[in-house]
């Protein structure tokens, strides 16, 4: 999302006349926004809790493959030898880097 109101850096500045200073203030649309993303994460979650494991397991590679396809380097040797080591918390976390 780009916002309007505090081009994505989460904070607006107000004038606090009071203390004659600029305050940061969070920017309720970014906060509103965070918000429906995780609620929308945790209905898909609720929704997808009895899908079949080795289909999100495949689901899970296609997209992890797809998100080092797009980078102007692929670095595809690191994800083999991951894959070769069965080190599942590196690929977890490589996945949530990616994403």
Known sequence: MNCKECNNEGY???PDYQHDVMMRVQCLDC???EVMKASLSMDMAKVLINTNPSRMAK???DTLIGL???DDSPDFDRLHALVATKNKESLISLLQVMA
């Open 12 to 14: 607006t500045l107000k």
């Open 31 to 33: 906060m509103a926004h």
């Open 59 to 61: 689901l899970l590679s």
């Open 68 to 70: 080092i396809d797009q």
